[in-house]
């Protein structure tokens, strides 16, 4: 069960859920949607979104019928003690690979655009040092850091593309819903790595302090995030057309550079937006790393998790100079998202849901709150 003084609110479950699901992969993710979306990618990723609305609320009831408990804790009454401390095992694995995918990724890039000359090691390091400062303090400190960085990201971010606007050419969006089945089932295989981290849902929900808002919280979140896709999607596709915004490896960010404002005295806004995006890599280890180290304190059967902080540091930094560079990082990725990804992203909620409802675990719909 959950202790008093480890709760959320609300509010800071949607900054959550926002601040994990939009990382540092949104700099690739226009390449991705014109590859494989091309004109109609924009369209099609926020149909799908909306989609995972419905995803995101299937997470919510789960959750729900199991108020004050964790995913680590109820999924063990659901399917077996045993089956489920491995399951959770394999969950927090799945999450630690994804986390020092999200760090090798960030580093690759603040190398080519920020720190060229650093070596790899020391960013690595330095980040995941300040994660590891904030997961031991427990899921306050963590859902506190979300809150307070949200609006010192977004902000200035959304800011920063206003100025280019004007100069879009949205005939590059033409033809519209050319061939859009074909792009849909090219589509769907790659939609789990924009939208994973949704499964923290499960873990955070048992930390809130009123549950029963939950549902809100999480349709608010999942609004944002596919408003935040559709938009960068559609500034893209209509500055450089689709051909072009897949050949570029971040479309995002040659967007920022090429925007130019008169009597600007900051001379490169990608690097002003990339060491600002710095929060969104900090947000998304965290949200992920505490879960990682609470998920081991359920699987061994202890009080706290913060003494799995720093042992887990030296597993997740190894893992993430595994990728000999940028390329081979994509190739795991494209991999993993395709394949793994869904099985926890959709599979296994669903699968514990069903199993819930079927053995009448939990509470009972008409008894929800």
């Not at 991705?32 to 004109?39: H, Q």
């Not at 590891?132 to 809150?147: F, L, N, P």
């Not at 944002?224 to 938009?231: A, G, K, Q």
């Not at 998790?305 to 390329?327: D, F, M, N, R």
Request: some cysteine.
């Amino acid at each position: 069960m959950i202790r008093n003084n480890d709760m959320i609110s609300p509010y800071q479950l949607a900054m959550i859920v926002i601040m994990t699901v939009i990382g540092v992969g949104i700099f690739n993710f226009v390449h991705i949607v014109a590859k494989y979306g091309g004109n109609d990618g924009w369209l099609i990723i926020g149909i799908l979104g909306l989609v995972h609305i419905f995803v995101g609320l299937l997470l919510v009831r789960l959750g729900r019928r199991f108020p004050g408990k964790t995913f680590p804790e109820y999924i063990q009454e659901i399917i077996g003690v045993i089956p489920g401390k491995i399951l959770v095992l394999l969950i927090a694995s799945y999450i630690m690979i994804n986390l020092a995918y999200e760090i090798r990724e960030f580093t690759e890039v603040a190398k080519m655009f920020l720190l060229p000359r650093t070596p790899t090691e020391i960013i690595i390091f330095a980040l995941i040092a300040v994660c590891v400062y904030v997961v031991r303090g427990g899921v306050e400190s963590v859902a506190r850091i979300v809150e307070i960085t949200f609006p010192l990201l977004f902000i200035p971010f959304f800011l920063v593309l206003l100025p280019g606007l004007p100069e879009l050419d949205l005939s590059n969006l033409l033809p519209l819903v050319s061939d859009l089945d074909i792009k849909f089932m090219r589509m769907i295989p790659r939609v789990p790595f924009a939208f994973r981290g949704m499964e923290y849902i499960l873990f955070y929900m048992g930390f809130m302090k009123k549950p029963e808002k939950a549902s809100k919280s999480v349709t608010w979140a999942l609004v944002f995030i596919t408003f935040f896709y559709v938009s960068i999607s559609v500034i893209c596709l209509s500055a450089f057309g689709a051909k072009s915004a897949t050949k570029a490896i971040w479309p995002l960010l040659i967007y920022i550079r090429n925007i130019n404002i008169p009597g600007l005295f900051i001379e490169r806004l990608d690097g002003v937006i990339l060491s600002i995006w710095v929060i969104t890599i900090f947000t998304t280890v965290i949200t992920g790393f505490f879960i990682v180290t609470y998920s081991l304190s359920k699987v061994i059967n202890t009080k706290e998790h913060k003494q799995y902080a720093l042992p887990l540091l030296i597993v997740i930094y190894y893992l993430a100079l595994q990728p000999s560079g940028l390329a081979e990082l994509y190739e795991w990725g494209s991999w993993g998202f395709k394949y793994v990804s869904p099985i926890f992203v959709y599979g296994v909620p669903i699968f514990a849901l069903v199993i819930a409802a079927l053995r009448r675990q939990g509470v009972k719909r008409d008894e929800e709150f």
